[in-house]
């Protein structure tokens, strides 16, 4: 007799709990963002919708020097992700197309769904590892290590990478040097680079100075 007793009590006790602490906090994007992410939106306010986004059924944008694009869903385009610590990309890359060196501060689990590319990082010992991959292959990249893909085979690439974090902060070298307004002196001498390669490189990428 005692134990049924116990169990609905313990059962009454978990409901309440279920009840008084959310599982999410959709980001309510009206509000301005900090390093802990958004304000949750009001909870009575939420819908199924919050938690579906279909913005990658459509290919990214490749019309640019890479072929490549990336269709983000961080908590800006997604905003039920705010505070989950997990985000995703949709990366396309048109035949001879690449995903140029760029970083991040957290891992990226890079999933193949179409195509054949050669992956790699290069690690803090300055030791490349690359691999051809095919169709289905996942391949991880640790957190902040340059890396890149490159279509090689004769299909445009399908490809998804997912980041442990809503927002993991990507950044790419060639337009975080030459898209921007840092004086071409100063870019030379941090690359070695020539002064005619530094101009090049600043027009091609919009750069200015
Ligand atoms: C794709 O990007 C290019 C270059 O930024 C732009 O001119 C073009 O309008 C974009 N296409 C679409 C469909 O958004």
Do not use: W
């Amino acid at each position: 007799m005692i134990f049924p007793i116990f169990l609905t009590f313990s059962l009454l006790i978990s409901l309440s709990f279920a009840n008084t602490v959310s599982n999410y906090c959709v980001g309510d994007l009206s509000l301005p963002s900090g390093p802990a992410g958004y304000s949750c939106k009001d909870p009575a306010k939420v819908t199924v919708d919050d938690f579906v986004y279909s913005g990658l059924r459509v290919a990214a944008n490749t019309t640019n020097l890479f072929k490549f694009g990336g269709n983000n869903a961080f908590t800006a385009q997604f905003p039920g992700l705010n505070g989950m610590g997990l985000s995703i990309v949709r990366v396309d890359m048109e035949v001879g197309g690449y995903f140029p060196i760029h970083t991040h501060r957290v891992p990226e689990l890079f999933t193949l769904v179409e195509g054949t590319i050669v992956a790699g990082f290069i690690d803090s010992f300055n030791t490349p590892f690359y691999k051809t991959l095919n169709k289905g292959d996942i391949m991880i990249f640790p957190p902040t290590l340059i890396h890149f893909a490159i279509n090689v085979g004769s299909t445009p690439v399908l490809a998804y990478a997912t980041f442990s974090s809503e927002n993991p902060g990507v950044q790419l070298i060639d337009t975080a040097l030459f898209r921007n307004n840092m004086p071409s002196d100063l870019v030379q001498k941090i690359t070695l680079l020539d002064p005619a390669q530094v101009t090049k490189l600043k027009n091609l990428f919009g750069g200015t100075n």
